[in-house]
């Protein structure tokens, strides 16, 4: 069931998917001519905050966590990358170091392009820089949005939320009616919601007795998504 009639799930999801998306032939040939594919296994990091960027990176398949970390070790997960969307594009952009971190959160493939053959493209495809320039704009919207989540919800509300944006994410080859799994540790979910461990799997353990879910190991399996929406939106 798309539940995008029933929630702006855009206000909480990047669109740079789009960005490669149909691009002219020309430019995408210019752009891969010297890319290359890696594989991740689950946990490899793909780059670290604080890095000086040679490259953008493309998801062929699998998802990465975008998370920043503080002195202590601690992660702040920020955002959950899907198959088709980019990563390390902003750093090439500002001409900055990495403002924060990429790993896999599953095995995934992962193509690198190379910073020259990025910007080289984007200088001459009208096509390329202004879908840049609408992500952007449309991904400080969305990162201004989980700042207000994390500062005005209680935690219960904030894993309703990720939970809602996590099973439209994990909806590959989904058919409806239905459920919904999602595959990720609870330390990543926590760090997501931006709470404890052993609160989340309280939480956890609330939602499933109440029929909204069940759980396996690292996989959570929604069963109930409206219920969802009604905790995120009390």
Do not use: C
């Not at 890696?38 to 946990?43: I, S, V």
């Not at 989904?174 to 540790?185: D, F, L």
């Amino acid at each position: 069931m798309s539940i995008r009639h029933m929630f702006p799930i855009d206000k909480w999801d990047f669109k740079s998917e789009s960005i490669l998306a149909d691009l002219p032939p020309h430019d995408y040939t210019l752009l891969t001519a010297h890319a290359t594919e890696h594989t991740y296994a689950k946990g490899e990091i793909i780059f670290r905050e604080g890095g000086f960027p040679s490259g953008i990176y493309f998801i062929t398949k699998g998802k990465a966590k975008k998370y920043m970390a503080d002195n202590d070790g601690h992660e702040q997960v920020i955002y959950v990358a899907n198959t088709g969307e980019l990563l390390g594009y902003h750093a090439i952009l500002s001409g900055d170091h990495y403002p924060d971190s990429a790993a896999a959160l599953e095995e995934s493939r992962v193509m690198f392009i190379p910073k020259e053959d990025f910007l080289m493209v984007m200088q001459q495809s009208e096509v390329l820089s202004k879908r840049l320039l609408k992500t952007l704009s449309h991904e400080f919207s969305v990162l201004a949005n989980s700042l207000s989540l994390l500062t005005r919800k209680p935690a219960r509300q904030r894993l309703a939320l990720q939970l809602i944006v996590l099973r439209e994410k994990y909806k590959e080859n989904h058919q409806p009616g239905m459920p919904v799994e999602i595959n990720m540790s609870r330390k990543d979910l926590a760090n997501f919601v931006g709470t404890a461990r052993e609160h989340v799997i309280r939480l956890l353990a609330e939602f499933r007795q109440e029929g909204i879910l069940e759980t396996s190991g690292a996989k959570i399996t929604v069963l109930d998504v409206n219920k969802l929406l009604l905790i995120y939106n009390q």
